[in-house]
C-alpha cells in the first residue's frame, strides 16, 4: 500500500540544513555511499523530522533538542507511519537511517537520549526474488532475441538503425544474465572497463565500489559484433566516431543509455517468456545468482560476483535453490 504524504515536510525540510547536512556529507565522504542512497536517507530522515515539527508545533527544527524525543515518542512515529500505509519492510528502514543518524549525533557529542531503548522492529517476510527458470532463459536468447534480430534486419529505411538497437539490446540482456549487473553499472559501464581478450568486466557498483567479474562466452561474442555493428552505424549516419564515445552502451542519437530505456528494453523482452508480474532488468541478476547456486557454484564466489558486502544478502538465493533441491528429492528417492 502506498504511504499517504506528510503535510508537514516543508517545514521539516527548512530546517535540514545543519546536522543532517553533515550526516549526509559524511555518508558521501566516509561511507562512499551512491547518490541514490543518500537521497533515500534524506527522504527518510524529511519524514521523520516531519513527524516531530508536527508532534511538538514548531515552526522549524532549529536548535532542536533531540534528547528531547523519547522512546514513546519514537513508537507514536512508527504507528504514524503504519496510519499512511507504510510496509514493515519500510518502516524498518526508515528506523535504521534514524539508529545510524542518532549514532552520527552522538559522535558529534550531540545529546540524544534512549530513543530506540525497547523499540521492536516490525517483522516482514523474506521475500523470495523472482528469476526465470533455465528453460526460460535458453528461450529468451535462443529464441525471442534472434526473432527479434531478424526482423530488424529486412531492408528498409531504418534498418541499420534496428540493427544496432538490437545488437545493443542483446548484449545488455547477456550481461544482466551473464553477469549478473545492475542497472546502475550497466548504465555507467565505459569501452574501457570490458576486456574482451581476458574475458572480464571492470564494474562500479554501490558505494563505488569497484569489482571485476567474468563474461561469458555467449556476451563476449555479442558485444564484438555488437560494437562492430555500432561502429558502421555511427559511420554510416554521420552521426559521429563510434570510437570516441566513451559509455559502452549508447542510443541511436549517441547518448548514454539510462535506466528507464534499460526498463523498457527489458520488459519487451521478457514479455514472451515468463508471465511473473514484474518483468524488469533486475529478474536477471537474480537468474544470474539463482542458476548459478543450482549449478553447484560457492556461495562466496556468487557474493562477491554480485557485489555484495554481506554474505547474507545473497543467501536470500539460497532458498531457491533448497526448493529445487527438495523438489528433485521428492522425485527421485524412494522414501520421499
Not at 15 to 24: D, E, Y
Not at 196 to 224: D, H, M, S, W, Y
Amino acid at each position: 500500500m502506498k504511504e499517504a504524504p506528510s503535510h508537514c515536510t516543508d517545514k521539516a525540510d527548512s530546517g535540514l540544513t545543519g546536522r543532517v547536512a553533515g550526516f549526509l556529507g559524511m555518508l558521501g565522504s566516509r561511507r562512499n555511499l551512491s547518490s541514490n542512497t543518500i537521497v533515500a536517507y534524506r527522504t527518510d530522515l524529511l519524514q521523520f523530522h516531519a513527524f516531530f515539527v508536527s508532534h511538538y508545533a514548531l515552526e522549524s527544527l532549529d536548535g532542536f533538542d533531540y534528547a528531547r524525543i523519547t522512546p514513546s515518542d519514537a513508537r507514536l512515529f512508527m504507528a504514524d507511519l503504519l496510519r499512511r500505509g507504510t510496509g514493515a519492510r519500510s518502516i524498518a528502514r526508515k528506523i535504521s537511517t534514524v539508529r545510524t543518524f542518532f549514532r552520527y549525533l552522538e559522535e558529534q557529542g550531540v545529546p540524544t537520549g534512549s530513543l530506540f531503548s525497547g523499540i521492536v522492529m516490525p517483522r516482514y517476510a523474506t521475500k523470495i526474488p523472482g528469476f526465470l527458470t533455465e528453460k526460460q532463459a535458453e528461450k529468451l536468447f535462443s529464441e525471442v532475441i534472434p526473432a527479434a534480430s531478424a526482423l530488424s534486419g529486412r531492408k528498409n529505411a531504418d534498418a541499420t538503425e534496428k540493427l544496432f538497437e538490437s545488437e545493443r539490446d542483446r548484449c545488455i540482456l547477456e550481461l544482466l544474465y551473464g553477469s549478473g549487473l545492475r542497472v546502475s553499472e550497466l548504465t555507467g559501464l565505459e569501452i574501457g572497463d570490458i576486456d574482451l581478450a581476458t574475458g572480464f568486466v571492470k564494474l562500479t557498483g554501490k558505494g563505488r565500489k569497484q569489482r571485476i567479474v567474468p563474461i561469458g562466452k555467449p556476451a563476449a561474442e555479442a558485444l564484438k559484433k555488437y560494437f562492430e555493428v555500432r561502429r558502421n552505424f555511427f559511420r554510416i549516419n554521420g552521426t559521429g566516431d563510434a570510437d570516441a564515445l566513451s559509455p559502452a552502451f549508447v542510443t541511436r542519437t549517441g547518448k548514454k543509455i539510462y535506466p528507464m530505456l534499460v526498463q523498457r528494453l527489458t520488459r519487451k523482452y521478457l514479455v514472451s517468456v515468463t508471465e511473473q508480474k514484474k518483468k524488469n532488468p533486475h529478474i536477471l541478476r537474480h537468474s544470474f545468482a539463482t542458476h548459478l547456486l543450482n549449478s553447484g557454484a560457492d556461495i562466496n564466489s556468487v557474493s562477491e560476483m554480485l557485489g555484495h558486502n554481506n554474505l547474507s544478502t545473497t543467501e536470500i538465493y539460497t532458498h531457491v535453490t533448497f526448493e529445487r533441491l527438495r523438489d528433485v528429492y521428492r522425485k527421485a528417492h524412494p522414501n520421499a
